[in-house]
């Protein structure tokens, strides 16, 4: 296994990459993630990895399940199953235009890296169907107890919701810890994400990284999300 060489992460810019350049392989992407560091580029640039300070995170048990989200989650016509279409989800997140976005950062080159990490069982996707049509989802990589947040998309409202909702539960019911969201966005604050000191998240990281979770999150044929 790859370990992380390339800069200490507890020592680096808060808000500038770690280090650039260098493979974007499987083995790449789980020595950074033990270290608490992730990619984020765009295509043409060399690989840029992160480490900010500070951290976008959630625990499970905090997740703001509203009222309205349970109503929602309630209408017959959803359903939520795991790892069923990885690369679609994938390529989905980088297709689907974001407010204030141009362009997306998830290039090929992602995509094959992370596909390998989902065959090797590390990276895990969630898809949201309405009425048997993919109308949502997102993926993101499993460590120990630790699940890192990548992407989420959505075609219809409230889908990337009722997916998060649906994979928070599971992942509380598996005994993971956190959740890295890596950098602030309101949407994930609505849900319950918050700020910690990047010394906190990786001595976080360090204690839960190597520990199996209680259960398998991410077990299918997964539930229907109500």
């Not at 992407?29 to 608490?36: D, E, K, M, P």
């Not at 976008?56 to 109503?71: E, G, Q």
């Not at 599971?170 to 309101?186: H, K, S």
């Amino acid at each position: 296994m790859q370990e992380w060489t390339r800069g200490d992460p507890a020592k680096g810019p808060t808000q500038a990459p770690l280090a650039r350049g260098g493979r974007l392989d499987a083995d790449a992407l789980i020595g950074a993630y033990r270290a608490g560091v992730f990619p984020w580029y765009s295509a043409g640039e060399p690989v840029k990895w992160w480490c900010p300070d500070p951290r976008f995170v959630m625990r499970p048990a905090d997740f703001r399940h509203t009222d309205s989200l349970r109503k929602t989650m309630r209408k017959a016509g959803w359903s939520v199953t795991f790892d069923r279409s990885f690369e679609t989800v994938m390529r989905r997140c980088s297709e689907v235009p974001r407010p204030g976005q141009d362009g997306t950062w998830i290039t090929e080159e992602m995509i094959a890296a992370y596909c390998d990490l989902h065959r090797r069982g590390v990276a895990h996707s969630v898809e949201v169907s309405w009425q048997g049509q993919l109308v949502g989802g997102l993926y993101g990589v499993a460590l120990g107890r630790l699940f890192h947040g990548e992407s989420m998309f959505h075609l219809k409202a409230d889908a990337s919701k009722v997916g998060f909702a649906t994979l928070v539960a599971r992942l509380a019911a598996a005994g993971y810890v956190l959740i890295d969201c890596q950098v602030p966005t309101e949407h994930l604050a609505r849900l319950g994400a918050f700020a910690v000191d990047r010394s906190e998240f990786l001595a976080v990281v360090k204690r839960f990284r190597d520990e199996p979770p209680e259960g398998d999150a991410f077990v299918t044929p997964a539930s229907d999300a109500t």
